[in-house]
């Protein structure tokens, strides 16, 4: 079934909350399952929302639920990408704020701080 109006944390849960299962495909590719399918403004809005809040936003979840929910809305193999960022209905502005949050991701969720003791001493 295809969700459209989900409101941010509705999808969040919609994206995240799955169980991540052992040796079996994820539940984006199980038959019926539902779908977001948002207009691309509001694609675009929520994704740049979360690549900018990761942290907060991703509390709550499992570091596989993170790469189960990314890879569902991000990758063309999953049900990501749905023409979102190239999109003429999306203003130009929204796309580079979106693309340019994603390293706003990387670095806040994915590169951990060093602990001092870790860091090289000159």
Not at 53 to 58: A, G, H, I, K, R
Not at 76 to 105: F, K
Request: proline share 6%; charged share 20%; hydrophobic share 45%.
């Amino acid at each position: 079934m295809r969700l459209g109006n989900l409101n941010f944390d509705d999808w969040i849960e919609h994206a995240f909350s799955h169980e991540v299962r052992f040796q079996r495909a994820a539940w984006y590719f199980d038959e019926g399952c539902d779908f977001w399918d948002p207009a691309p403004v509001e694609a675009v809005d929520y994704l740049t929302r979360l690549f900018e809040n990761s942290v907060p936003t991703l509390a709550y979840f499992s570091d596989g639920q993170i790469a189960q929910g990314l890879t569902y809305l991000v990758s063309t193999s999953a049900s990501g990408d749905n023409g979102w960022l190239y999109s003429t209905d999306v203003p130009v502005t929204m796309r580079v704020r979106c693309v340019e949050a994603v390293a706003t991701l990387f670095s806040d969720l994915f590169c951990a701080p060093l602990h001092p003791a870790a860091i090289p001493s000159e």
